[in-house]
């Protein structure tokens, strides 16, 4: 049975979007908070200052992706990315495949610490959810098993 991610980001990136998970169908997981921004010192200091999504370091582009799902990282990256692994994004159609061929590389679906403010944070163009969030996805996605893709829309 096919398994779809849908992240849908607002055209004002400084918003959360929501990201959910349908299996045949039918929504098995969500709909969860995410975040599709990039962090504005780090775009910057990569020359790309607008976080323009089809730039290395820009937001996350939308467009088609091929997922496959990564272990939880080392301890010394959990506050980064979390510790219940990632969702590897390897973008085939849209604006996605555009960043790629421009040089966009690294997308992933992942969680980490939530800022001071108890919020989610920006990334360097992934997607980011809690870690509670991540860990509820990527259970279900081992559960569905099979291949996974993940849309990524404006809305």
Request: proline residues 7%; glycine residues 16%.
């Given at each position: ?6 992240v ?66 080392a ?22 495949l ?12 992942h ?8 919020r989610?944070r ?30 990524v829309?404006?809305?």
């Open positions: 049975m096919k398994t779809e991610i849908l849908i980001l607002p055209a004002d990136r400084n918003r959360l979007g929501r990201l959910v998970v349908d299996t045949g169908g039918k929504m098995v997981f969500g709909p969860v908070d995410c975040f599709g921004r990039a962090d504005d010192r780090a775009a910057r200091a990569r020359g790309n200052a607008n976080r323009d999504p089809l730039k290395p370091f820009g937001d996350t582009p939308t467009g088609m992706y091929r997922c496959h799902l990564g272990s939880a990282p301890p010394a990256v959990t506050r980064t990315y979390g510790p219940h692994g990632w969702v590897a994004l390897d973008p085939v159609s849209g604006p996605a555009r960043a790629k061929k421009n040089g966009r590389f690294g997308l992933l679906i969680g980490g610490d939530l800022n001071a403010a108890g989610l920006p990334t360097y163009g992934c997607v980011r959810v809690s870690n509670g969030d991540m860990e509820g996805l990527m259970r279900r996605l081992r559960e569905a098993g099979g291949g996974v893709s993940c849309r829309e404006e809305g």
